[in-house]
């Protein structure tokens, strides 16, 4: 279980597909893209982990060790088949943010794919590049999350995409100090979501 997914990837009300576009775009991420996103992913994470994650084990978790380890699981995740998509910021090219998702090889999986990363530098987000990076990287896929279970915005932009809170199944990480995590699930392809009306279309946080 990956829980770097924890991102503030709340998008603003009447996103304009083409202002987002104007200045971020969605590539496939390539190996040698690999190095710049895990820093995007541990600048998020660091972000995110302020406050909720021990400040001892924050400054492990973040720390250039841990981005290189990162490295080498996703050339793996790589070569196994998982989807990588990176946000780039037309202006200076560099990387904003990162999306993986996978295959699950939890046996408790309620889908066969999982969403383990999803993060996005404060630059761009508000504006819609979240809802287009997550939609790139699982497109109308079946798949689960796991988010910080305090982590109001994460949970509201999922629900957005049609996934809805697991309430049979939390967890807690150790490994970060006891953080509580809530899974959330879209059970069903996302046009089938869509036209039974679950998604929301109001206005955005």
């Known amino acids: 279980m990956d829980t770097s997914v924890n991102v503030d990837t709340s998008s603003r009300a009447g996103h304009d597909q083409g202002s987002a576009a104007g200045r971020f775009v969605v590539k496939d991420a390539h190996r040698e893209d690999l190095p710049e996103a895990a820093a995007v992913q541990a600048v998020c994470f660091r972000e995110i982990g302020q406050g909720v994650i021990p400040d001892d084990i924050l400054t492990e ?116 100090g006891g953080v509580e995590l809530q899974r959330l699930i879209r059970v069903a392809e996302l046009d089938a979501v869509t036209s039974a009306g679950v998604v929301e279309s109001g206005p955005r946080p």
């Open 61 to 176: 978790v973040t720390g250039p060790g841990i981005v290189h380890t990162t490295i080498e699981q996703w050339e793996q995740f790589m070569d196994d088949g998982a989807v990588f998509k990176i946000l780039v910021d037309r202006l200076d090219m560099k990387i904003v943010g990162v999306a993986m998702a996978r295959m699950s090889t939890s046996p408790d999986a309620p889908t066969p794919w999982e969403v383990a990363t999803l993060h996005v530098l404060p630059e761009a987000r508000h504006c819609g590049a979240s809802d287009d990076l997550l939609n790139a990287c699982i497109e109308h896929r079946c798949a689960y999350v796991w988010v910080f279970a305090d982590n109001a915005r994460a949970i509201k932009f999922y629900q957005r995409h049609g996934f809805h809170v697991d309430d049979t199944d939390g967890a807690v990480d150790d490994s970060l």
